[in-house]
């Protein structure tokens, strides 16, 4: 899935087309919308099963002891972020720019700035709060509204991401016992009598894995629900804008995916019929009326 939180200039007019060749003509190309297939969870989940699996022999060893998996650590993908970007020493002065919200928390400025700061630092969910402060002083900020959006969905990735590692490494060692004793033996053989118990270290192990994994499923579907309410608020914002109303039916469509609930449905049905509204013969009318004909049949 496509996400992040960059800034791009716009289109507003009722006939804007998504992806319009217009636009290479701005300072920076805006790329045009995921497939709307590229989107959903599952087959984002397939993709991420053919690199998993490699890495698995490796991490699953040192997933406890140098990664802390399952120690209430912000994950894998974390540290794997925290390697290739390093400590994070440069850039913004946080602590200098949250003492400016403190001192007057309704400098809309102040927010802006610490937001800013804090998604340099990858601190994400800090910069999530940042920024929803911003907007309640500056609510009709567009921009802001969607970069609001875009950080909640890259909170998505890292917990995709997450919850793929860890039933990957749970699937694994599951078919894989660390210390299982050959069936033949002596050991084997109590452990049959017994019902063909795990040893407890991998017991233990499944246990973590089960719950790290659930954990960032939940967090996922969570991030999920945020970006989809963060974008019916710039579709209101910006009601004629068809690049929005495509995005929104993308992620709503994902969110229905997650939980059981069906207002995520009716929000992606909306927003699709009003793409092809705004813009029917957009190139991306077809993809749209073919995931509008699957969610109706739902």
């Known amino acids: 899935m496509a996400r992040g939180t960059?800034?791009?200039?716009?289109?507003?007019?009722?006939?804007?087309?998504?992806?319009?060749?217009?636009?290479?003509?701005?300072?920076?190309?805006?790329?045009?919308?995921?497939?709307?297939?590229?989107?959903?969870?599952?087959?984002?989940?397939?993709?991420?099963?053919?690199?998993?699996?490699?890495?698995?022999?490796?991490?699953?060893?040192?997933?406890?002891?140098?990664?802390?998996?399952?120690?209430?650590?912000?994950?894998?993908?974390?540290?794997?972020?925290?390697?290739?970007?390093?400590s994070g020493s440069t850039g913004a002065n946080i602590s200098k720019l949250q003492k400016a919200t403190v001192k007057n928390p309704k400098d809309s400025k102040a927010w802006r700035d610490y937001a800013t700061g804090l998604e340099q630092k990858n601190k994400l969910p800090d910069a999530a709060n940042a920024l929803s402060q911003y907007i309640a002083l500056k609510p009709k900020d567009a921009s802001a509204v969607e970069e609001l959006a875009g950080i909640y969905l890259r909170q998505a990735t890292n917990y995709e991401n997450d919850y793929a590692i860890a039933q990957g490494i749970y699937t694994f060692q599951a078919a894989n016992p660390v210390f299982q004793p050959a069936a033949s033996s002596s050991l084997g053989k109590a452990f049959a009598a017994q019902g063909g118990l795990l040893d407890p270290i991998s017991s233990a192990a499944g246990g973590v894995l089960s719950t790290q994994s659930s954990t960032a499923f939940q967090n996922l579907a969570t991030a999920e629900q945020n970006a989809v309410a963060t974008y019916q608020k710039l579709a209101v914002l910006q009601p004629n804008d068809a690049t929005t109303q495509f995005r929104l039916g993308q992620i709503a469509s994902q969110a229905a995916q997650l939980t059981s609930a069906s207002t995520n449905k009716q929000v992606a049905i909306k927003a699709i019929r009003a793409f092809l509204k705004l813009s029917p013969n957009d190139p991306l009318a077809p993809q749209a009326k073919t995931a509008l004909k699957s969610l109706l049949k739902k």
């Open 6 to 86: 960059q800034h791009r200039k716009r289109r507003t007019g009722p006939n804007a087309r998504v992806a319009s060749p217009s636009v290479a003509q701005t300072t920076r190309k805006k790329k045009a919308p995921p497939s709307w297939e590229d989107q959903l969870f599952f087959s984002r989940l397939r993709r991420h099963a053919k690199w998993v699996f490699v890495l698995l022999a490796i991490f699953f060893a040192a997933g406890f002891v140098l990664f802390g998996v399952g120690s209430g650590s912000t994950g894998l993908n974390s540290v794997l972020q925290n390697m290739f970007q390093g």
